[in-house]
């Protein structure tokens, strides 16, 4: 836990934008040189061209097979995965600039955070910083695990590839059998690394997200300035270092999470505000919460065609690996390398759908915290209790709850809910249709 930067929640989102702006799926900085902006053009063509003939290999061994289900499935596993890790990346491509607005909008605001002397917002960002390693990382091993399955775990007879296909010259001579499994571990390789980054960067948006509706949430509870003071920053990173670094507890119990200020989520507000009134903090909070819907819109807007495709190929890969495991119990090379496959989908979306539900569930949390403000005992600048405008400001209150009692989620495309009921009913279908397709098997 030594040597914590200031920015550890840009930590992880910093290596995913090196990936995407190398690997061609990003332009590179207007800085770069235009010989390099060059490459990343050529590259990005390139590796289009690449994946579309890779799933025409992948297509055309799956037609010429269509009544082998053990062979169709095979393919089809390959074939939906890559599906996915396109259009996942033709969409980050395609809003790119959509998703750049997004990274301002979503992690400015943890910038302040993490400059605060309040022990429990350290906390909240500490723990989503390991949190968000640990699945990086994760990912990272997992991923590498399955490649070398693939690749390595197989027959080495001529003419037998990792990946089943069918290419318009012959495999089992060389060099074209070393150029196909060459080929084929590029392609495997590639996807890989670049899903892992899309994947990490669009959970990090849920989030940090969820962050600062927990930041929100509390500072609804903390408004009253009679009770609560405001949080005071850092003004120095090598301190702010220093105050993250002393939150080193292994077991992190609810009252170290528990923010005892209220919270600035912007450098504005730390100074520019008249006075310390309820009605000013109130008002910070109210606008904060229409900024944070307005971050939620476009991030379904931008990403909720991507969640669709993620839980449709999931439901299909989670099934067909399914079968393919069930086929392979006896060939422990090919149970390796489905299993492996099987957990990184189910991995995946279980974190899609668990940080999602978080989010929910803290949202929710919103109106019975404006409800308890302190908006009773609200007091003006002379520290006069203001019961003759008590009816007034709890009029302002309520209509300011108006909006919170409309859910906060992530939604694809106003579907789907990502919480763990929707990744109850994915398991379940895709269970369903393995039954389906095993009984359907066993009959032949």
């Given at each position: 836990?030594?040597?914590?930067?200031?920015?550890?929640?840009?930590?992880?989102?910093?290596?995913?934008?090196?990936?995407?702006?190398?690997?061609?799926v990003?332009?590179?900085?207007?800085?770069?040189?235009?010989?390099w902006?060059?490459?990343?053009?050529?590259?990005?063509?390139?590796?289009?061209?690449?994946?579309?003939f890779?799933?025409?290999?992948?297509?055309?061994?799956?037609?010429?097979?269509?009544?082998?289900?053990?062979?169709?499935?095979?393919?089809?596993c390959?074939?939906?995965?890559?599906?996915m890790f396109?259009?996942?990346?033709?969409?980050?491509?395609?809003?790119?600039?959509?998703?750049?607005?997004?990274?301002?909008?979503?992690?400015?605001p943890?910038?302040?955070?993490?400059?605060?002397?309040?022990?429990?917002?350290?906390?909240?960002?500490?723990?989503?910083?390991?949190?968000?390693?640990?699945?990086?990382?994760?990912?990272?091993i997992?991923?590498?695990?399955?490649?070398?399955?693939?690749?390595?775990?197989?027959?080495?007879?001529?003419?037998?590839l990792?990946?089943?296909?069918?290419?318009?010259?012959?495999?089992?001579?060389?060099?074209?059998?070393?150029?196909?499994?060459?080929?084929?571990?590029?392609?495997?390789?590639?996807?890989?690394?670049?899903?892992?980054?899309?994947d990490i960067?669009?959970i990090?948006?849920?989030?940090?997200?969820?962050?600062?509706?927990?930041?929100?949430?509390?500072?609804y509870?903390?408004?009253?300035?009679?009770?609560?003071?405001?949080?005071?920053?850092?003004?120095?990173?090598s301190?702010?270092?220093?105050?993250?670094?002393?939150?080193?507890?292994?077991?992190?119990t609810?009252?170290?999470?528990?923010?005892?200020t209220?919270?600035?989520?912007?450098?504005?507000?730390?100074?520019?505000?008249?006075?310390?009134?309820?009605?000013?903090?109130?008002?910070?909070?109210?606008?904060?919460?229409?900024?944070?819907?307005?971050v939620?819109?476009?991030?379904?807007?931008?990403?909720?065609?991507?969640?669709?495709?993620?839980?449709?190929?999931?439901?299909?890969?989670?099934?067909?690996?399914?079968?393919?495991?069930?086929?392979?119990?006896?060939?422990s090379?090919?149970?390796?390398?489905?299993?492996?496959?099987?957990?990184?989908?189910?991995?995946?979306?279980f974190?899609?759908?668990?940080?999602?539900?978080?989010?929910?569930y803290?949202?929710?949390?919103?109106?019975?915290n404006?409800?308890?403000?302190?908006?009773?005992?609200?007091?003006?600048?002379?520290?006069?209790?203001?019961?003759s405008?008590?009816?007034?400001?709890?009029?302002?209150?309520?209509?300011?709850?108006?909006?919170?009692?409309?859910?906060?989620?992530?939604?694809?495309?106003g579907?789907?809910?990502?919480?763990?009921?929707?990744f109850?009913?994915?398991?379940?279908?895709?269970?369903?249709?393995?039954?389906?397709?095993?009984?359907?098997?066993?009959?032949?």
């Amino acid at each position: 836990m030594e040597n914590i930067p200031i920015d550890i929640h840009r930590k992880i989102l910093n290596i995913n934008i090196t990936i995407l702006r190398y690997s061609g799926v990003w332009p590179l900085l207007p800085t770069a040189k235009i010989g390099w902006k060059v490459f990343n053009f050529v590259y990005r063509i390139f590796n289009l061209t690449v994946f579309i003939f890779y799933l025409i290999t992948l297509g055309a061994d799956a037609v010429t097979n269509y009544k082998d289900l053990t062979i169709f499935g095979n393919d089809g596993c390959y074939f939906f995965g890559t599906c996915m890790f396109l259009f996942k990346g033709c969409k980050f491509w395609a809003s790119y600039h959509k998703i750049i607005k997004l990274i301002v909008d979503v992690y400015d605001p943890i910038d302040v955070l993490v400059r605060s002397a309040d022990p429990g917002i350290l906390m909240h960002i500490k723990k989503s910083y390991y949190q968000e390693s640990i699945a990086f990382w994760g990912f990272c091993i997992l991923c590498s695990f399955f490649h070398f399955s693939v690749i390595f775990l197989i027959p080495r007879e001529k003419g037998i590839l990792p990946i089943r296909a069918i290419y318009p010259f012959d495999i089992t001579i060389s060099p074209n059998y070393e150029l196909a499994i060459l080929y084929q571990a590029y392609c495997l390789a590639y996807a890989l690394s670049v899903t892992i980054a899309l994947d990490i960067t669009t959970i990090g948006f849920i989030r940090w997200s969820t962050l600062q509706i927990a930041a929100l949430t509390s500072n609804y509870k903390n408004s009253n300035p009679s009770v609560t003071k405001r949080a005071s920053l850092v003004t120095s990173a090598s301190d702010a270092r220093k105050i993250i670094e002393k939150l080193n507890k292994i077991k992190i119990t609810d009252d170290d999470v528990e923010i005892e200020t209220f919270l600035p989520l912007n450098y504005y507000e730390t100074k520019c505000f008249i006075g310390d009134l309820f009605l000013s903090r109130f008002t910070t909070c109210v606008k904060n919460h229409q900024r944070l819907m307005k971050v939620i819109r476009d991030v379904n807007a931008v990403l909720s065609s991507l969640m669709l495709v993620q839980f449709a190929t999931s439901t299909c890969i989670i099934c067909l690996n399914g079968y393919q495991m069930i086929l392979s119990t006896n060939n422990s090379a090919d149970f390796t390398k489905f299993t492996a496959y099987w957990v990184i989908c189910f991995a995946e979306l279980f974190f899609w759908c668990w940080y999602g539900n978080e989010f929910s569930y803290i949202a929710d949390t919103l109106t019975h915290n404006q409800w308890i403000s302190g908006w009773e005992d609200a007091y003006d600048n002379n520290y006069y209790s203001l019961n003759s405008n008590n009816h007034k400001i709890s009029n302002y209150v309520t209509i300011s709850m108006i909006p919170t009692m409309h859910r906060l989620q992530f939604k694809s495309v106003g579907i789907f809910v990502l919480s763990m009921p929707t990744f109850l009913s994915i398991v379940k279908s895709s269970y369903s249709l393995l039954i389906i397709l095993n009984t359907f098997t066993s009959d032949k």
